[in-house]
């Protein structure tokens, strides 16, 4: 979640001093750089081969023999970033909690809102009964024309108090790779990994890449399916360009770092490598589901526009209203 609100306009960071926190609470960070310092660097040495391996274009497939990375100078700054942080409580049964999360500098806003389909079909349920009621005392039901927008105004009002399974879309197999009974299995795994996460989950295969770039092919038909920002994460069969891909928004981003979506590539491989692409789309909903049921690591890491030559660790404060 707080991946989905940057960036932060960093080049504008200038020395703290006590008056900024004047007027709010905010706590004091809990984590020291040397009880990360072991992480940080595997980010830096995962990161590094993924800049590598990207690198390497026109090949299927790459074997990795050797790696050798060296880390020179290190350097490590704690910065205070204004994130409000909001937490609260569902009305409803479940008691579900909702953290909602905005940039402090650019208003950028990252979360999930609940939505009491309960009060909302209370709600609909009474302007579908105004409406009739209307309708008998002006006596409108002859004029018909009059009438039909009214009622796909109801219909499509009532519609929004219903839940849609969001699994059902989640499979666009273009490129053919997949048969009916691979595809309602994939569905059906699908949906306990959107119900924890709250994040809409796809699987496309092209072989018809009119970008010329999987990462562009997967964000942009991320952008176009949830919006910008949303809950949502894509795996990408392109059979074009020989490649596969993941791209992430909203929460997702929390969930699977770099790292992470290097280790489920890493093992997607295997089936690709194989021609079964059933096993390959597994694999990518299985790891992500291990990835979501540990958690978000706690820790985020800012990059530099070039991105490898330094690094900021920031502990995030939760500021409170």
Known sequence: ?????QPF?????????????????????DIEYEAIKKHVQQELQDYSESLLRDSASGYTTLTNVRTDISLNQENN??????????????????????????????????????????????????????TLSTLFIRRL??????????????????????PVSAAENSIDDDAQLLTPDQINQLKQEIQP??????????????????YGDEQEYADHYLLNKVGKDQNAILFLI?????????????????????????????KVMDGM???????????????????????????????????VKSLVIKSLPRWKW
């Open 1 to 5: 979640m707080v991946e989905g609100v």
């Open 141 to 162: 039901f002859p004029m018909k024309k009059r009438l039909l927008p009214i009622f796909f105004l109801i219909l499509l009002t009532f519609g929004l108090a219903l």
């Open 273 to 307: 490598s194989q021609g079964n692409y059933f096993a390959a789309a597994q694999t990518f909903v299985q790891e992500t589901q291990a990835f979501v049921d540990k958690g978000f690591l706690g820790v985020t890491i800012v990059w530099t526009a070039k991105q």
């Open 238 to 266: 392109d059979m074009d360009l020989r490649k596969v891909y993941i791209s992430t928004s909203g929460n997702m981003i929390d969930y699977m770092t770099d790292a992470r979506i290097d280790d489920t590539l890493d």
């Open 9 to 29: 306009l960093i080049d504008q960071a200038v020395p703290f001093k006590s008056q900024y926190l004047a007027g709010f609470q905010a706590e004091k960070r």
């Open 77 to 130: 700054h704690y910065m205070l970033l204004p994130i409000w942080l909001v937490t609260y409580r569902s009305q409803e049964q479940s008691k579900k909690v909702y953290y909602y999360a905005m940039n402090g500098q650019t208003g950028k806003v990252s979360g999930v809102l609940p939505i009491s389909y309960t009060r909302l079909g209370l709600a609909t349920l009474g302007i579908f009964r105004w």
């Open 193 to 210: 990994l959107e119900e924890k996460t709250k994040a809409s989950a796809f699987i496309v295969t092209t072989n018809n890449n009119t």
